[in-house]
């Protein structure tokens, strides 16, 4: 069994900062990509951004230069660091791990619960 569990979300005011974490536990081999996603409320879900276990980034362009994804391989752990938040940001973001788990022959595309991120003042 693997489970991702996201941490960091809350309420911020325009321009806040918060960061986000997603750490994968349980039967891991291997992970390869890392990445967040969000959904807004009547919204389709849609790319913020992704990096590969070889350090490749891509950013949704709604928030390019304002957010930074990062990863720690040694905790199974991905990161987002979002800045200049803007009321547009709102919404619930999900981060995802392409997992290979222990025994398993091919990566899975594993999913957080997701967290709330609302920005307002």
């Known amino acids: 069994q693997v489970q991702l569990v996201e941490s960091g979300g809350g309420l911020v005011q325009p321009g806040g900062s918060l960061r986000l974490s997603c750490a994968a536990s349980?039967?891991?081999?291997?992970?390869?990509?890392m990445g967040w996603y969000r959904q807004a409320l009547g919204k389709e879900r849609e790319l913020v951004a992704t990096?590969?276990?070889?350090?490749?980034?891509k950013y949704g362009d709604s928030v390019k230069d304002r957010f930074t994804i990062s990863r720690d391989n040694a905790k199974n752990t991905v990161f987002l660091q979002m800045n200049s938040l803007k009321p547009e940001d709102t919404a619930v973001y999900y981060c995802?791990?392409?997992?290979?788990?222990?025994?398993?022959?091919?990566?899975?595309?594993?999913w957080g619960q997701g967290t709330q991120v609302t920005v307002s003042s």
């Open positions: 990096l590969t276990r070889g350090g490749s980034t």
């Open positions: 995802n791990q392409h997992i290979l788990p222990n025994g398993g022959s091919y990566y899975y595309a594993y």
């Open positions: 349980g039967s891991i081999f291997s992970i390869n990509a």
